[in-house]
């Protein structure tokens, strides 16, 4: 039995890269959201309205997590692969 250890090296190299980067989309996406949500609070404090309020922000969000189920959604294609 002979094992390719740099093909493993380079599969867990990939794998681990591919998981910090979703990871780090998904807190983007989550630290877009919290800072629209103080927007709108304190906004709302100062006796504005409520709505609306950084709609850039809520546009990124929505991106990240997009970017996050494309990710997941290419891992499961390539293992349910034939």
């Known amino acids: 039995m002979h094992i390719k250890?740099?093909?493993l090296a380079q599969t867990a190299g990939i794998s681990f890269g591919v998981t910090v980067a979703v990871v780090a989309v998904f807190a983007l996406g989550i630290l877009a959201l919290s800072r629209r949500e103080a927007a709108l609070g304190a906004r709302e404090a100062e006796g504005g309205q409520a709505s609306g309020g950084r709609p850039a922000l809520l546009a990124g969000a929505y991106v990240c997590f997009a970017?996050?189920?494309?990710a997941v959604a290419?891992?499961?294609?390539?293992i349910a692969a034939p």
Do not use: E
Request: charged share 0%.
């Open 5 to 7: 250890w740099n093909a």
């Open 74 to 78: 290419y891992g499961l294609v390539l």
């Open 67 to 70: 970017l996050c189920a494309a």
